[in-house]
């Protein structure tokens, strides 16, 4: 069955860094893009990043470009979020997701979430 | 950039009634469409893609139509285990982006 196990998770000052991760296991991680969708407590979700099944290209929201950087070890099965500048609105619950479509170019729907790692963004 | 404006916000309703949760986009996205369901404290689960796909597992009662920029997610009978918030997102181009939830409540 497919797991998604986030990592990393924290309390950081503003203008620090943190690096997240996400295991995967039970599907064929290089056939399939990956994401990071975040929560911010008691808000809705918001899609922080993607890339592709194969490295290839990546995508990032507004609110972290620049800032974030999505990356993915496929021989190991483990995607990544470095996080960096973190200000006080990146203070969210983080969950990696599963693209729905295999070898996609684009972001497609997420059928597969992890359980989220809480990042807090706090002086 | 493509806006999903998501409504109600939130709705009661009891057990067995039907429900029925809208999205519009800012510009047509072709059914490229998704409904999660979140329930407090877990992660959001995958309903529906392609604006009226089922995942397979998902109820029947769970049901999605729509086309251009227009989409609704129809519940036919509330059961107790549907009480949570439905989110809408599309994917037709990068970035995708959420609607702002809908809160299904008990009346």
């Known amino acids: 069955q497919v797991q998604l196990v986030e990592s990393g998770g924290g309390v950081v000052q503003p203008g620090g860094s943190l690096r997240v991760a996400c295991a995967a296991s039970?599907?064929?991680?290089?056939?399939?893009?990956m994401h990071w969708v975040r929560q911010a407590p008691g808000k809705g979700l918001e899609w922080v990043a993607f890339?592709?099944?194969?490295?290839?290209?990546?995508y990032y929201a507004d609110s972290v470009k620049g800032r974030f950087t999505i990356s993915r070890d496929n021989s190991k099965n483990i995607l990544y979020l470095q996080m960096s500048g973190l200000r006080a609105e990146d203070t969210a619950v983080y969950y990696c997701?599963?693209?729905?479509?295999?070898?996609?170019?684009?972001?497609?729907?997420?059928?597969?979430w992890g359980q989220g790692t809480l990042v807090t963004v706090s002086s | 950039d493509i806006q999903m404006t998501q409504l109600p916000s939130s709705l009661s309703a009891s057990v067995g009634d039907r429900v029925t949760i809208t999205c519009r986009a800012s510009?047509?996205?072709?059914?490229?469409l998704a409904w999660y369901q979140q329930k407090p404290g877990k992660a959001p689960k995958l309903l529906l893609y392609?604006?009226?796909r089922l995942l397979s597992g998902v109820p029947s009662r769970f049901s999605g139509s729509g086309s251009g920029t227009h989409y609704t997610l129809t519940i036919s009978s509330l059961h107790p285990e549907d009480f949570a918030t439905y989110y809408c997102?599309?994917?037709?181009?990068?970035?995708?982006?959420f609607g702002q939830g809908t809160k299904v409540e008990i009346k």
């Open positions: 997701a599963k693209d729905r479509g295999a070898e996609l170019l684009l972001p497609g729907s997420f059928d597969y």
């Open positions: 510009q047509g996205i072709t059914n490229s």
């Open positions: 890339i592709r099944y194969d490295e290839s290209n990546d």
């Open positions: 039970g599907f064929t991680f290089s056939n399939y893009g």
């Open positions: 392609g604006a009226s």
């Open positions: 997102q599309h994917y037709y181009s990068a970035p995708p982006a």
